[in-house]
């Protein structure tokens, strides 16, 4: 089946830049999702880009798209404390149909 | 701002037992679905409805699970009776159509000993 991977942990400093990286395998993906979730909370849609376009920036968020190496990345800017949480990098259409297909989330941690 | 919506937040039962989900999706979305987040990992898909038909149910465990959408609208999402290795969050979600931007809820954690 579809595969998505993920680095399981990032620890930045309070200020700096965030950059979380992905890599699928379904190269006929539609969609390509980042989700946030906090300790019992629900996945938060952060962002998503379709998979004609290279990058997509939303305020401090911005999202690449290399679909020749099928990597995605997360750049979050000024990372705050808040933004500590699990990020989930996901991908939807093309062989797996409209199901999203998750990687195991990258655990961002921010020290003040 | 539209939310979909879950109860309980929390439920915990013994192996054995029955136990069942509720999720109201954002209104007008018509597709609809249910994940299993075992913890550590991410979501998995064990179903998915267009309306009240399913389109995906290949990763549902029919033995004990169940789900039904009967009005396109609310969905229920059942397990009987559970194991051990059903412990997870449950979450719902939905997007207005097949291939839109999907939605989740909160989720429900499922806790069996």
């Known amino acids: 089946g579809e595969d998505v991977e993920q680095s399981l942990f990032l620890s930045v400093r309070e200020g700096d830049s965030s950059v979380i990286n992905c890599t699928y395998t379904?190269?006929?993906?539609?969609?390509l999702y980042w989700y946030k979730q906090e300790p019992g909370a629900g996945l938060q849609l952060l962002t998503y880009?379709?998979?004609?376009?290279d990058m997509k920036q939303d305020q401090r968020l911005t999202v690449l798209l290399n679909k020749k190496d099928k990597h995605l990345s997360l750049r979050i800017a000024d990372t705050q404390t808040g933004d500590s949480a699990i990020y989930f990098c996901?991908?939807?259409?093309?062989?797996?149909?409209?199901?999203?297909?998750f990687g195991g989330g990258t655990r961002l941690m921010v020290k003040p | 701002e539209a939310v979909v919506a879950q109860s309980p937040r929390y439920k915990i039962i013994e192996k054995r037992q029955s136990v069942a989900f509720w999720c109201n999706p954002i209104?007008?979305?018509?597709?609809l679905y249910w994940y299993q987040q075992i913890l550590g990992q991410g979501p998995k898909l064990l179903i998915q409805?267009?309306?009240?038909?399913?389109?995906?149910d290949s990763q549902l465990p029919k033995d004990r699970f169940s789900a039904e959408r009967l009005k396109g609208v609310d969905s229920t999402l059942k397990i009987q009776p559970a194991k051990l290795e059903d412990s997870a969050v449950y979450l719902c979600?939905?997007?207005?159509?097949?291939?839109?931007?999907?939605?989740f809820g909160n989720g429900t954690r499922l806790t069996v000993t």
């Open positions: 979600a939905s997007s207005l159509d097949r291939g839109q931007v999907t939605h």
């Open positions: 379904d190269s006929s993906s539609t969609y």
């Open positions: 880009i379709f998979s004609n376009m």
């Open positions: 996901a991908e939807s259409g093309g062989n797996a149909g409209n199901m999203l297909t």
């Open positions: 209104s007008g979305h018509a597709t």
């Open positions: 409805f267009q309306n009240n038909g399913v389109v995906d």
